[in-house]
């Protein structure tokens, strides 16, 4: 069965960091682009960060460019999405997404068929 499991989630003063992880269970991601989106009350949906696994390429919007990183451990088959200097406006669940292509699918969040459950990030002081 496949799936995609997020954690790392909670509750962090601005400023802060934080690193979530979203583990792949049921396939491997190294043929598997993966990204991050998120979710803030009465907004839509945006993508935040997405990775290639084949090799390693990667991009990040450019509202948490220099801010936000994505990674991946293919060891662990786990992508991590470490954001430091946190603000309030980053406030939103946060989802991982994935998908078989050996290539970055990007933001249509439509492209992609697997999701995990979501992990809350509160920023607030």
């Known amino acids: 069965q496949v799936r995609l499991v997020e954690s790392g989630g909670g509750l962090v003063q601005p400023g802060?960091?934080?690193?979530?992880?979203c583990a792949a269970s049921g396939f491997t991601i190294d043929l598997y682009s993966i990204a991050w989106f998120r979710q803030a009350p009465g907004k839509k949906r945006e993508g935040v960060s997405c990775i290639s696994n084949k090799d390693g390429?990667?991009?990040?919007a450019d509202?948490?460019?220099g801010r936000f990183t994505v990674s991946?451990?293919?060891a662990k088959n786990?992508?991590?999405l470490q954001m430091s200097n946190l603000k309030p406006e980053d406030t939103a669940v946060y989802y991982c997404?994935?998908?078989?292509a050996d290539y970055l699918i990007g933001f249509d969040?439509?492209?992609?068929?697997?999701w995990?459950?979501?992990t809350q990030v509160t920023v607030s002081s």
């Not at 997404?97 to 078989?100: M, P, Q, R, V």
């Open 116 to 118: 995990g459950q979501g």
């Open 57 to 60: 390429s990667n991009f990040v």
């Open 72 to 74: 991946r451990d293919k």
């Open 16 to 21: 802060g960091s934080l690193t979530l992880s």
């Open 109 to 114: 969040s439509d492209r992609y068929d697997y």
């Open 78 to 80: 786990t992508v991590y």
């Open 63 to 65: 509202s948490v460019k």
């Open 97 to 100: 997404a994935g998908d078989y």
